[in-house]
């Protein structure tokens, strides 16, 4: 069974940085995308960023390309998203996900299809941005 804790989230005024980590445990042994979403109050759960197991290939939102960075820890069973230069709009909870489908799926159905696939999720963590 898959286990995904998130922790490092918090407050930050916007400029700032945070970086949140997720501990993966019984990650399945073959083809994987493992990553972060995010939901507002009201909204729906939105891909942040992924990478792909097989390969390391990472995919970004545009709304936070060029801010964000995911990377992985791999002996550590651990995945990071390094924040930089927050905006309010990032206020969110954020959630560890992994879903257990064949490599290249989000290269032939984009980085939102993949909402639809995710088989194990974390229970989130709130980052707030605010002044």
């Known amino acids: 069974q898959v286990q995904l804790v998130e922790s490092g989230g918090g407050f930050v005024q916007p400029g700032g940085s945070l970086r949140l980590s997720c501990v993966a445990s019984g990650l399945p042994p073959d083809s994987y995308y493992i990553g972060w979403f995010r939901q507002a109050p009201g909204k729906e759960r939105e891909a942040v960023s992924i990478i792909q197991h097989n390969d390391g290939m990472s995919y970004y939102s545009d709304n936070v390309k060029g801010r964000f960075t995911v990377s992985r820890d791999i002996p550590g069973n651990t995945m990071y998203l390094q924040m930089n230069n927050l905006k309010p709009e990032d206020t969110d909870v954020y959630y560890c996900?992994?879903?257990?489908?064949?490599?290249?799926?989000?290269?032939?159905?984009?980085?939102?299809?993949?909402?639809?696939?995710?088989?194990?999720w974390g229970k989130g963590i709130l980052v707030t941005v605010s002044s």
């Open positions: 996900a992994v879903a257990s489908i064949r490599m290249g799926y989000v290269d032939d159905f984009g980085l939102d299809s993949l909402r639809e696939r995710i088989d194990y």
